[in-house]
């Protein structure tokens, strides 16, 4: 990342395969520092397992884009993406589970509970929820459990100290996106629907809450680690939801058009379930071009914002709708 004063900040000529590929590199730094530090070696496995080595990282990078528009804290933002990407392990953790979706296969490897078992499973993902705020409450201890060794710390900007506020803030944003409010609200939802045929608003609401919150939040959580006006908040606000709507919508196509090596997890097992998706309530061209109307508005949100530097958001945005054409 490109520091200047404890800033994050843009390079004038804007590569996205570049700004990614630094980007995650950065991230998975950290991760690999971090995720079951401290955890007994039965638990630490299995966390480990389940968030390192695979995954696209887009929640994280949506943190790190974030927070560059509106030129945030290194520090805060390494801490709020690395947070993001454990929430967002620990769901898929329990959500592959023999008591959800009893999946089997997860970023093309066994899934945890089939590697580990139930019980080290489910326990890996309690860990991993928990280490999430760990992270986004760090204490002034440069040796504790959750420090980066100084080679990494430098490069990564992990020496700053976030203040209280900014932890509190971080803190709330991810908690309301993970609990009854958003991620499990929704997860809920999908489980009841199992068979039923939902309305346009109804399956928009189990999908703006099961996947849409933890995306919106990331933006949101980015944008928390700078000092954004309260329009250009609202506008971000306004991409990650449209965004977080759009990956679901994608993830619909996916399920119906791509084979389990390209996914990385079992195709075709919405429609084998019979859940609902947007495939089944408009049909395969229809969803395709809603996700492209989602695009635009992310889009037209951002040139709202007033802030000078959303490349990289722009390019993720792209990203997220391109990927199943």
Not at 26 to 40: D, F, H, Q, Y
Not at 123 to 142: K, M, N, V, Y
Not at 211 to 222: E, I, N, P
Request: hydrophobic letters at 50%.
């Amino acid at each position: 990342m490109t520091v200047h004063d404890g800033v994050l900040a843009h390079a004038p000529a804007f590569d996205a395969a570049a700004w990614m590929q630094a980007r995650q590199a950065a991230l998975e730094t950290a991760l690999e520092r971090w995720v079951g530090a401290g955890a007994p070696p039965p638990l630490a496995e299995p966390m480990r397992y389940a968030v390192l080595g695979g995954g696209k990282r887009l929640r994280a990078l949506l943190v790190v884009a974030a927070a560059e528009a509106v030129q945030g804290s290194v520090a805060a933002a390494l801490r709020a993406a690395c947070a993001v990407e454990l929430i967002h392990a620990y769901s898929l953790v329990h959500d592959d589970m023999p008591c959800m979706d009893n999946d089997v296969l997860r970023r093309g490897k066994p899934t945890v509970h089939v590697q580990f078992g139930q019980a080290q499973a489910l326990l890996a993902g309690d860990a991993l929820q928990a280490q999430a705020f760990e992270l986004l409450t760090p204490d002034d201890e440069p040796h504790g459990t959750l420090a980066i060794a100084s080679a990494d710390a430098d490069a990564l900007g992990a020496h700053e100290v976030l203040p209280p506020a900014v932890q509190a803030d971080l803190c709330r944003l991810l908690a309301r996106a993970a609990g009854a409010r958003g991620m499990a609200g929704g997860q809920a939802i999908d489980l009841a629907s199992v068979g039923l045929r939902l309305s346009s608003d109804e399956l928009q609401t189990m999908h703006r809450l099961k996947t849409g919150a933890l995306l919106q939040a990331s933006v949101l959580m980015g944008a928390a680690c700078g000092e954004p006006d309260a329009a250009a908040r609202r506008a971000l606000g306004g991409y990650g939801a449209a965004i977080g709507l759009a990956f679901q919508v994608m993830d619909d196509v996916l399920d119906v058009t791509a084979d389990t090596q390209t996914l990385g997890k079992t195709a075709g097992k919405d429609q084998a379930s019979d859940k609902p998706t947007y495939v089944s309530l408009l049909g395969l061209d229809a969803a395709r071009a809603y996700a492209g109307r989602l695009l635009d508005e992310a889009l037209t949100a951002l040139a709202d914002s007033g802030l000078a530097h959303t490349a990289a958001l722009q390019a993720l945005a792209r990203r997220v709708v391109g990927r199943a054409h």
